[in-house]
């Protein structure tokens, strides 16, 4: 039993006290079973094991609703005559040349990489959308293995597509099967599977029809959808159907179903995602990055669609993502008085909401029966502070990196900025290794 207290505790519990000044969260197993005042806990609970927040703020674990694993060895990365100037040319000359490279070892590493880096900025549960076409088969256990080794909990998918060809398109439809087969044979609060598929233009009807016979209607699907209007523009001229009203005719949409992206969604389109219950992810520095535009999220929210936010790897600091989010909706608006409430729902509650829809336990929130995935943020306001500004606090004075413990379905991960079961320099020396190698291949030289 852990009892983490001496903080500003912020619960984010809509039926109970959101915010103690002096308060802690006692934790059992892999579950909260008290939250309150840190002198009442400690009196209540005096054979647990403390854990001094040093008066930071106690908060829930952030998630992540898409991000990309197999991208985390290109930090720093410069390719030889890649110069992209559109979004397509960002997809094949950057993207697609990592993913070609990448082998099972480079799969591991890239997991490490990601996995600590997220630990590190007090991001709890990833979901994660993985390509590796130079080595299909395993490479979502080799994700899970790694999830599984450093405690964090995970939603993963492989990226099905034809850019490949034929054979690689069938192997990734198998990846997927394989990896669901796994989770339904080995359930688990920590491991899910969705059905992972990158944008439509590069999936045909027959692979759809692949995907759809694989999957049997047991798991939702992970798809990239009108990120780029080359998305759109396939669409229409080889289908004569937009992206969304294509996605309807396969049957891909529902309840349990990730739309990432949705920048150039239409009215009819946004109807179609609402009727279906179908679920969206805004990942706004990724898409004002690679200049594809601003998803209409105050519009998807108004429609009363769940809008989650990814990073889709652009970072790992969710507090980072949502500062962006805030500033490119009013930029897109004209307005600087929208979207707060939209883009503060989208991290702090439906992120959980998505979670709890793909079969994760109770997220996003600190009470008695809630999943014990705490984090604690070196933050010390010279403002007034409590759960009636706590977003304000964190859009403008808070980073990821002041996360200074980390604590996921029970388990003590990082305490006071060192990791815990984690020799940091052993893995970063591997994963170094590897991403020497990957550069290398890339670049046809010796790093």
């Keep these: 039993m852990i009892l983490l207290a001496n903080g500003k505790l912020i619960t984010r519990d809509a039926d109970g006290a959101g915010y103690y000044p002096d308060g802690g969260v006692v934790i059992d197993g892999e579950k909260i079973a008290a939250v309150g005042e840190t002198a009442a806990l400690k ?24 991000t990309h694993i197999y991208s985390a060895l290109a930090r ?11 979004f397509y040319e960002v997809l094949d000359g950057t993207w697609w040349a990592i993913d070609r490279h990448l082998d099972l070892e480079a799969t591991r590493a890239s997991a490490q990489a990601l996995v600590i880096d997220s630990i590190k900025q007090g991001v709890t549960t990833i979901f994660d959308h993985h ?15 790694v999830t599984q080794e450093f405690g964090m909990r995970a939603c993963l998918c492989y990226e099905v597509s034809d850019r490949d060809g034929e054979e690689k398109s069938i192997q990734s439809v198998q990846e997927n099967k394989d990896f669901i087969d796994y989770c339904e044979k080995n359930p688990s609060d920590m491991l899910k599977a969705m059905f992972g598929g990158h944008a439509l233009f590069t999936i045909s009807d027959k692979t759809f029809d692949r995907m759809n016979a694989a999957n049997g209607g047991r798991a939702g699907y992970h798809i990239h959808v009108s990120e780029g209007m080359n998305d759109v523009y396939d669409s229409l001229q080889n289908y004569g159907r937009r992206p969304v009203q294509r996605l309807q005719d396969h049957g891909i949409l529902g309840e349990k179903t990730i739309l ?107 009470k008695p029966g809630a999943a014990a995935d705490v984090i604690v943020m070196d933050y010390k ?66 790093y």
Excluded at 76 to 86: D, E, F, K
Excluded at 263 to 289: F, L, Q
């Design 43 to 66: 009196a209540q609970y005096p054979q647990a094991e403390f854990v001094d927040a040093h008066g930071g703020v106690i908060m829930p674990g952030l998630i992540n609703a898409h």
């Design 76 to 86: 720093g990365l410069s390719i030889a005559g890649n110069n992209p100037t559109n």
């Design 131 to 145: 390509a590796s076409f130079c080595e299909i088969p395993g490479s979502l256990m080799k994700i899970a293995d």
């Design 260 to 366: 990432g992206h949705c920048i150039h969604v239409n009215t009819a389109e946004m109807d179609i995602i609402k009727a279906t219950d179908t679920m969206c992810v805004n990942n706004p520095e990724s898409n004002m990055g690679n200049a594809v535009g601003i998803s209409p999220v105050l519009q998807l929210h108004k429609k009363g669609i769940l809008v989650g936010m990814g990073t889709d790897a652009y970072t790992n600091d969710m507090l980072e993502s949502i500062k962006v989010a805030l500033c490119s909706q009013r930029h897109n608006a004209c307005l600087p008085n929208v979207g707060w409430c939209e883009v503060t729902d989208m991290l702090f509650h439906n992120n959980a909401k998505i979670a709890k829809r793909l079969g994760f336990p109770t997220l996003g929130v600190l």
């Design 381 to 446: 306001p010279f403002t007034p502070f409590s759960d009636e500004n706590i977003d304000g606090h964190m859009i403008f004075g808070m980073t990821g990196r002041q996360c200074q413990t980390t604590i996921i379905n029970g388990k003590l991960l990082m305490r006071d900025r060192q990791l815990v079961n984690i020799d940091e320099e052993a893995v970063n020396a591997h994963v170094l290794e590897s991403a020497k190698r990957l550069w290398g291949q890339l670049n046809h030289r010796t």
